[in-house]
């Protein structure tokens, strides 16, 4: 009888390492996937204002009284987060937007575009999800003039005012594959990806 004990304690152990050992290699294959793909890209669609425009700029005031200017020439690049306080989407995006703003806020002026006149609303979404620090303006005037209607969308202006990047915004990766086109010149990391293909193939034919 304790043999067989013994026996079946030793077969459990070694179902138990052998579950350990897979799991370990199965989350090694996923980490070497993830980085072969990259990040998800934020999804580029027909809403907004077209890659290389140039929207006009526009004086508004933050939601702190502040008067900021949205578009034309800036010091830094601009990226504008489309965003209503009543969409559940946009709620949960705000720790990514959080985030972007702490690491980038240095090299990318961030504004939040609420998409509503209620400011009852818009202060109690900024407070709700602390947002206190991103600069925020409440204007329906500015998603319409950048054909934009359904948020969380987000598009980002260069120094002069154009427009190099745009997309649906749902999470941390598709903000940061926007703030990409600021540093590689790309609208889009599947752009950035093929320039380099294509140069390294023109490299190797060569």
Known sequence: MNSIWLVSYF???????????????????????YRRLGPAPARMENEGPPIGSLPSQVEALTLDGRQVAVGGAQGK?????????????????APALRAAWKSERHSIDFLTVCMTDDETLVRSFVNR??????????????????????????????????????????????IESLLNAAETGHPSVESYIHHLESANHAVAVE
Not at 77 to 93: A, D, I, K, R, W
Not at 132 to 160: K, T, W
Request: charged fraction near 10%; include cysteine; charge should be positive.
């Open 11 to 33: 077969v459990l152990w070694l179902v138990v390492i052998l579950l350990t050992l897979a799991v370990v290699l199965l989350a090694r294959q996923v980490g070497l996937l």
């Open 77 to 93: 690049p601009q990226l504008l987060v489309f965003v209503s306080p009543t969409c559940v989407t946009c709620n949960g995006l």
């Open 129 to 174: 999800n602390k947002l206190q620090e991103v600069s925020c303006i409440m204007s329906l005037e500015l998603s319409r003039q950048y054909n934009i209607f359904n948020p969380p969308h987000a598009v980002l202006l260069d120094r002069g005012g154009a427009v190099i990047a745009k997309g649906v915004v749902n999470n941390l990766d598709h």
